[in-house]
């Protein structure tokens, strides 16, 4: 019951099997600068069924929260948040307002000390999906109020929060009113949030019957933000015959839809699915691309420049494999991260990517034959996080992989 449709196109359609024996025994001990391994064992796992980060923020070496959702024993999602005190990872009492009969879960999460971090996603009111915020104090996480302008009977999801202070944050998502879907934003003041103008207006439903996406005709999912006064939000709209990328961009008195790419064409299926900035001048979105709709889907990264955004060239891929970007981040103009999967791959280790400042390389990852990574976070050029999960033969697993 109120399965999330962003979600649903966050979380490509993958083949999992079983983990290498190799990653059970990965040592405890620091990870080389040049790889991203397990630091700290695996992270533990909530009930007995699956378990998945969707999201992760960090704000030093020694703090950073994960978050996303697991199976309880009535088959529902439950909200799963897990913090890493620079030794190991330990799942955090979290807040279910729907209770357990019916799903709550957490799909992205920010952070701006050891005691201010946001966390959002949806919960299931019974009738339909709900926006659902978190806030952490520094000893407890709490819900906190937030609007769902298309009513307790529609959809109203939360997929992306960035914070850049205790006073500001921004939220983002979709909700569904009057047969269309429509753009999400949400600000928090340091009092309360509240529902913000955003220009997007509503999605068409595409001709094919949006198949070839499951989820809303139109949604922000990610947002970053630099300052009170530059922030971005990225998704997608449908058009009459597939998808294209959607970019938005606050300027410190209103959000604006900005011109971004789609390498596919006008009739494919383009979206972006993360975003991250270092300044008014840098800033990344990355997601997938798939011409016409019908080829495999190729990994997208565009960048800001301070006056346009370009397509970047991505190393990931050969021709015929279907490959996508579910997150970024960035610490500087000269290093950041993006990481996705190889979507209809059976054999090959979660995708990363780091830029140098010159060019986009691939990552050595994991001892994984398979696994998906949605998030990542980065405090430096040598301190990252990226989250999602694997299987380890009976269910889908946490996973949490270190850069340092």
Request: aromatic fraction near 8%; proline fraction near 5%; hydrophobic fraction near 35%.
């Amino acid at each position: 019951m109120g399965a999330s449709s962003i979600v649903r196109p966050l979380r490509a359609v993958i083949v999992f099997g079983l983990v290498s024996a190799a990653l059970l025994a990965v040592e405890a001990g620091r990870a080389s600068a040049a790889q991203c391994e397990s630091w700290g064992g695996l992270p533990p796992n909530a009930g007995t069924g699956d378990n998945e980060f969707l999201g992760v923020a960090a704000t030093s070496a020694c703090n950073a929260w994960a978050v996303g959702h697991y199976f309880n024993s009535n088959d529902n999602n439950q909200t799963l948040i897990e913090r890493w005190n620079g030794k190991e990872w330990r799942i955090q009492r979290s807040q279910n307002p729907a209770g357990p009969l019916v799903d709550n879960s957490l799909l992205e999460v920010a952070a701006t000390s050891p005691r201010n971090a946001w966390a959002v996603g949806y919960y299931y009111d019974g009738t339909d999906d709900q926006t659902l915020i978190e806030h952490w104090n520094g000893k407890a996480w709490t819900v906190q109020k937030s609007p769902n302008p298309g009513g307790s009977a529609n959809e109203n999801e939360l997929a992306g929060v960035a914070a850049t202070s205790p006073t500001n944050a921004w939220a983002v998502g979709y909700y569904h009113l009057g047969a269309t879907d429509h753009t999400l934003v949400e600000h928090w003041n340091g009092k309360k949030w509240t529902r913000q103008t955003s220009p997007a207006g509503a999605g068409s439903k595409p001709v094919n019957g949006g198949f070839l996406r499951a989820g809303p005709e139109i949604a922000l999912v990610r947002v970053a933000a630099t300052s009170s006064s530059n922030a971005w939000a990225v998704g997608w709209r449908s058009n009459s015959t597939g998808f294209q990328t959607l970019v938005e961009r606050w300027n410190g008195a209103a959000w604006k839809v900005q011109k971004s790419k789609d390498p596919g064409g006008s009739d494919s299926s383009d979206r972006l699915l993360g975003v991250a900035a270092t300044s008014s001048s840098n800033a990344w979105a990355v997601g997938d691309d798939s011409k016409g709709g019908t080829s495999p889907e190729r990994a997208l990264i565009e960048r800001w420049n301070g006056k346009r955004w370009s397509v970047q060239p991505s190393p990931s891929g050969a021709p015929g494999e279907a490959t996508e970007f579910d997150g970024v981040a960035a610490t500087s103009s000269t290093n950041a991260w993006v990481v996705g999967n190889y979507r209809s791959m059976t054999t090959l280790p979660p995708l990363i990517e780091r830029w140098n400042g010159n060019a986009w390389k691939v990552q050595p990852s994991t001892n994984l034959n398979e696994g998906v990574l949605y998030g990542v976070a980065a405090t430096s050029s040598n301190d990252a996080w990226a989250v999602g999960s694997y299987n380890d033969g009976s269910a889908q697993q946490t996973l949490a992989l270190h850069c340092c």
